[in-house]
Nanobody, 122 residues
Framework: QVQLVESGGGLVQAGGSLRLSCATS????????MAWFRQTPGKEREFVAA???????YYADSVKGRFTISRDNAKNTVYLQMNSLKPEDTAAYYC????????????????WGQGTQVTVSS
């Protein structure tokens, strides 16, 4: 079992930055692909970024060049640095973990955090 707790969300103006953190416990994240998803009311959960066990990083086209995922295996924490934020980035952001390699389908992730809200004002 892996427990995930996100933090770092909040209200920011367009063009600003936020850094989300996902603190984990239970098992070492070095054995998991870690990802960030986001969701707005009435929509499907959307892939944002992922970090594979091998160190590979993957991004949705909508955030490429603006967001950076990183992981600190020693601290069992995953981060999402979000720069140049846009109003369309407003969503609840969720951290997720799965064994094996990353995928973009949220249904294939085994563990989820409770989410943290990010609101970007124009």
């Amino acid at each position: 079992q892996v427990q995930l707790v996100e933090s770092g969300g909040g209200l920011v103006q367009a063009g600003g930055s936020l850094r989300l953190s996902c603190a984990t416990s239970g098992r070492a994240i070095s054995g998991y692909a870690m990802a960030w998803f986001r969701q707005t009311p009435g929509k499907e959960r959307e892939f944002v970024a992922a970090s594979n066990r091998s160190g590979g990083r993957y991004y949705a086209d909508s955030v490429k060049g603006r967001f950076t995922i990183s992981r600190d295996n020693a601290k069992n924490t995953v981060y999402l640095q979000m720069n140049s934020l846009k109003p369309e980035d407003t969503a609840a952001y969720y951290c997720a973990a799965k064994s094996g390699n990353y995928v973009r389908n949220p249904r294939l992730y085994d563990y989820w955090g409770q989410g943290t809200q990010v609101t970007v004002s124009s």
